[in-house]
């Protein structure tokens, strides 16, 4: 995300501007995600991340220092996990189950909104004047959208410690083999598909050497195309 700064084919202020927005939509998605397991685990019964403060939209409750600069510099990072105590939930199955989908389900429905007013900005007749601030509106809404869309297929992987293990792990037994190799492997098997994915970026090597890669353009891309799509029904004919 910081190559943008040094992106030669805008002016100054338009790539500190770029910066800012693509930051912003990121930063903003990954609080909203972790806020929505905090306020899930608190309605089934853990007041755990209330009484440390995880409900809050203040970044700085959320990120550590290094996630903040990995998201910064390579526009992929992590925040801080939510503290959840399982064993205060009213019913430990259930509340394993909807906090393990908490994240996700946010993420896609702040992708579905913002994409219909990315839409709407790009089918706005506005004056001259306007049309650049409102193309910078358009781009926020834009990768507030495809941020969020990565996120949700990026966290529904069955890899711990992403949501999408821990919901398998709430749905199986936990003698369960396959259980217990994700619980033991998935952060090594994650972390080196992350690194193959940015060397990958890096290098412009084509896009099939990362499985990362290939999973968001098969799944996150064509979400995104299908939101704009339905949108563009609606506002297309403003």
Known sequence: MIGILFDMSLNFYERILLFVILAAALIFSIILHEVAHGYVAYK????TAKLRGRLSLNPKQHFDPLGLIMVLCVGF???KPVPINPYNFNSYRKGCILVSIAGVATNIIIAFLASGLYVLC???TVTATTAMILSFVATFFYYLS????VLCFFNILPLYPLDGFNLASALCKRENSVIRFLREYGQLILFALIIVSIVVDRFGAPMFFSPLDMYFNY??????IGFNAFWSLIFGGI
Do not use: K, M, P
């Open 122 to 124: 790009i089918n706005l």
């Open 77 to 79: 990072g992590y925040a």
């Open 44 to 47: 089934c019964g853990d007041s």
């Open 146 to 149: 495809w941020f969020n869309i």
């Open 219 to 224: 799944t996150a891309h064509y979400v995104q």
